[in-house]
T-cell receptor, first 110, second 111 residues
Framework: DQQVKQNSPSLSVQEGRISILNCDYTNSMFDYFLWYKKYPAEGPTFLISISSIKDKNEDGRFTVFLNKSAKHLSLHIVPSQPGDSAVYFCAASVGYQLIWGAGTKLIIKP | SQTIHQWPATLVQPVGSPLSLECTVEGTSNPNLYWYRQAAGRGLQLLFYSVGIGQISSEVPQNLSASRPQDRQFILSSKKLLLSDSGFYLC??????????FGSGTRLTVV
């Protein structure tokens, strides 16, 4: 049973436009949500997080939105840059663990 | 500063051979330590986590095992590798439930 789902395996966006990455979850006990970025053959790096008591968190070009009623969160990247091309993982925190989505590969086109 | 070391970076092992991957953390005490695997085309799968020396929790049944002989050392092992053990293995640590820091990973190919 996948508690955290990223239904889009890949997403292609033109440079300069907005990239929107989506994530759905099923467990209402998750208290923290995070986005990680991963390049091939490297470990994931932390991007941005949001507490379950908030609905928005912004850090530079990255904004995460949380809709608790819909159990949905999204990552917005504006404007998209070539270096943003990577796999993005959504993760949710419960207890000592992070539950991860399967990832979305973001491709930024010139 | 806090750093995490994971080695080796790549490894090619024959089926049936043993495995030992090591991870060490510097600059922090009593971290929570994790082993993840990313198989080709799939997301990250939690294999083991540890909240203290000698305390190991396993998330999936498999022929892998983990040990934490010291506070900042986490070891992933296998007595006999299977082809299905191929993947990208990541060690991670945290002292809270967010802001995980990952090692650079080990690409394991079982042939």
């Amino acid at each position: 049973d996948q508690q955290v789902k990223q239904n889009s395996p890949s997403l292609s966006v033109q440079e300069g436009r907005i990239s929107i990455l989506n994530c759905d979850y099923t467990n209402s006990m998750f208290d923290y949500f995070l986005w990680y970025k991963k390049y091939p053959a490297e470990g994931p790096t932390f991007l941005i997080s949001i507490s379950s008591i908030k609905d928005k968190n912004e850090d530079g070009r990255f904004t995460v939105f949380l809709n608790k009623s819909a159990k949905h969160l999204s990552l917005h990247i504006v404007p998209s840059q070539p270096g943003d091309s990577a796999v993005y993982f959504c993760a949710a925190s419960v207890g000592y663990q992070l539950i991860w989505g399967a990832g979305t590969k973001l491709i930024i086109k010139p | 500063s806090q750093t995490i070391h994971q080695w080796p970076a790549t490894l090619v092992q024959p089926v049936g051979s043993p495995l030992s991957l090591e991870c060490t953390v510097e600059g922090t005490s009593n971290p929570n330590l994790y082993w993840y695997r990313q198989a080709a085309g799939r997301g990250l799968q939690l294999l083991f986590y540890s909240v203290g020396i000698g305390q190991i929790s396993s998330e999936v049944p498999q022929n892998l095992s983990a040990s934490r002989p010291q506070d900042r050392q986490f070891i992933l092992s296998s007595k006999k590798l299977l082809l299905s053990d191929s993947g990208f293995y990541l060690c991670a640590w945290t002292v809270a439930n967010y802001g995980y820091t990952f090692g650079s990973g080990t690409r394991l190919t079982v042939v």
